[in-house]
């Protein structure tokens, strides 16, 4: 078992793994090259649904526990359990509405279908289901929540420090050089987000630009999340997203892959608007034009919206793998492991899965990650 650790990264991975292994007692230091939940972790739409695969509510389940462990903390995040209408906008979807319905249901959760109603912002709906036990909470506050219970537990987090590199030899990890000065230690994990590869390169981690819109205040109380059924499994949206070839730069490759109407209503009455995916080259100016692409689905689905003010909009980028689903354990050099990857799902996945790594990093079983190795993809 290390003694002591530097994690990388103060996203939502890196910070719920530095708190999973303070509060086992290991010495921590995390660093963060800007701010806490600066990049996705501060950006997304704090989204915890059961519309994606049996696995991924599976996990998500395991991370709401972890969650509600945070609630007597000092740093709120609004954590509110909330319903979800995933409905059809039109009849292609209708199918794929019914079919992932009835899946959610056989998982356990209570699914309704929804007959004739009124829908807010005169809605275009060939059809839908109300589906419960969706949850929503504020994401950079969550990301900060664990970052204080894990300074709390013993870590450290200096912010404004930047890794260099990891230092390797005879096959083991002696530190990371920062530009703070080197860090001696027996472990690192890195949880850099789509980063990741500058630090470790032979990873199979590539970045999905995402666009969000804010609106101000709706005059209506929302009783649901809203999304159209229209957003991919996590399989196919890991393959939608791979590192384009140099033909496909040359060719244009930053157009939206994905893309859904969803809208969230905020505590304050304000709400998010989304969303898109498209490859990212990460540093480069793309896609300037998804905030105009996000803006029109919604008003041509729901033309009640086209009045509403748009008070800000941004991206971020989704550390996403070839399958869609995180990468989390040991790689090939002794004392080096991932927590990343965690793609359209981090805010749902990484409490669970950095709780997985710790305990597998200090020696215990943890079955649940046989399937997130990350060298899975060299198979
Ligand atoms: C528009 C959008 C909507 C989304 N909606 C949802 C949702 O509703 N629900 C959900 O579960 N997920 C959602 N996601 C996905 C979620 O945001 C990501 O999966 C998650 O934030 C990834 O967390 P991370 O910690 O791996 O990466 P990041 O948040 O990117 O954190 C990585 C951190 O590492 C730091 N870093 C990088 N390199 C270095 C270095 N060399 N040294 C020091 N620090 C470094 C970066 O500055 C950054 O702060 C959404 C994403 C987007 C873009």
């Known amino acids: ?39 996705a972790s501060g950006r997304n739409m704090g989204l915890l649904l059961n519309q994606t695969e049996p696995e991924v509510v599976r996990i998500m389940r395991r991370s709401l526990d972890v969650y509600r462990e945070l609630l007597p903390g000092p740093v709120g995040f609004d954590l509110r359990e909330t319903k979800q209408l995933l409905f059809a906008a039109d009849e ?3 199918a794929s509405v019914r079919s992932r319905s009835a899946e959610i249901a056989a998982i356990g959760v209570e699914v309704e279908e929804v007959g004739e109603m009124d829908l807010p912002f005169e ?19 969550a990301t900060r929540a664990f970052a204080e219970a894990a300074r709390q537990a013993g870590a450290e987090l200096r912010v404004g420090v930047r890794a ?46 995402g666009w969000l819109l804010r ?45 859904a109407f969803v809208i969230c209503q905020l505590p304050a009455g304000d709400a998010l608007l989304g969303t898109s995916l498209s ?48 990468i989390v354990g040991r790689l090939e050099v002794e004392g080096l492991y991932a927590h990343g990857g965690h793609g359209s799902i981090g805010m749902m996945a990484a409490p669970a899965t950095a709780r997985w790594l710790a305990a597998a990093m200090s ?16 198979e």
């Open 1 to 39: 078992m290390p003694a002591e650790v530097v994690v990388v990264g103060g996203g939502i991975a890196g910070c719920t793994v530095a708190y999973e292994l303070a509060r086992r007692g290991l010495r921590v230091v995390l660093v963060e090259r800007d701010s806490i939940a600066e990049a």
């Open 92 to 94: 292609a979807q209708l």
């Open 123 to 141: 809605m275009r709906c060939v059809g839908g289901f109300i589906v419960h036990n969706a949850w929503a909470l504020e994401p950079a506050d």
């Open 164 to 209: 260099g590199h990891v230092q390797v030899a005879s096959g083991r990890v002696h530190g990371v050089v920062t530009d703070a000065g080197p860090l001696a230690c027996d472990a690192v994990v890195l949880a850099a987000g789509p980063w990741i590869t500058q630090l470790w390169p032979s990873l199979e981690v590539s970045a999905g630009r």
């Open 215 to 259: 609106l101000r205040k709706l005059d209506l109380d929302l009783p649901w999340v809203i999304e159209e059924m229209a957003w991919p499994d996590q399989d196919e949206l890991g393959r939608a997203t791979r590192a384009p070839t140099l033909a496909e730069v040359a060719a244009g490759y930053d157009r939206s892959v994905a893309g």
């Open 279 to 326: 490859p990212s080259l990460r540093d480069a100016y793309e896609g300037l034009e998804m905030p105009s692409q996000v803006a029109r689905r919604a008003v041509e689905i729901a033309p009640g919206l086209a009045g509403v003010g748009v008070a800000a909009a941004w991206f971020g980028l989704r550390p996403m793998t070839p399958d869609g689903m995180p």
């Open 363 to 378: 020696g215990e079983a943890a079955p649940e990650l046989s399937g997130l190795r990350p060298d899975r993809f060299q």
